[in-house]
């Protein structure tokens, strides 16, 4: 199973959305995710899906590519996911309202889930989100 179970999630008419900041889904789901996509040297995006019963494999609504923007420390990165990501929910709540989206179901065989990194994995993807940023100041 997954964090909430299914009679819960069901209870919800219109469903569950989650903001998953990471690299794709069903690529990078769980915990630790973004510093895997970091480390992986992936893009990064903002995914909005369907909660099911699964860590993150529920229908995908959006993928919104975002960048580091000179943002070269994971705490801050992930603040800025956050405050992008309340921009991405409300926007997605009005085209669930209009019906201008729909939502694709994930393959969940071609991802991986993942856990909390250890601390040293944690460090690798702090230094490689540094590269990353230094990268993208040069036009590289």
Do not use: C, W
Request: charge should be neutral.
């Amino acid at each position: 199973g997954g964090i909430l179970r299914k009679k819960f999630i069901e209870s919800f008419r219109l469903g569950i959305l989650n903001l998953h900041g990471a690299g794709p889904l069903p690529y990078y789901r769980g915990l630790g995710s973004l510093e895997f996509a970091l480390v992986e040297g992936q893009p990064l995006y903002l995914n909005i899906h369907y909660i099911d019963s699964g860590i993150d494999t529920g229908p995908v609504l959006e993928k919104i590519p975002f960048h580091l923007d000179g943002i070269n420390n994971l705490n801050h990165l992930y603040a800025k996911i956050h405050i992008m990501g309340i921009d991405a929910l409300v926007s997605m709540t009005s085209k669930l309202m209009g019906g201008t989206i729909e939502a694709i179901s994930q393959k969940v065989e071609d991802g991986r889930q993942h856990f909390i990194p250890h601390p040293v994995f944690e460090k690798l993807a702090q230094e490689r989100l540094i590269s990353r940023v230094r990268l993208e100041s040069r036009g590289m």
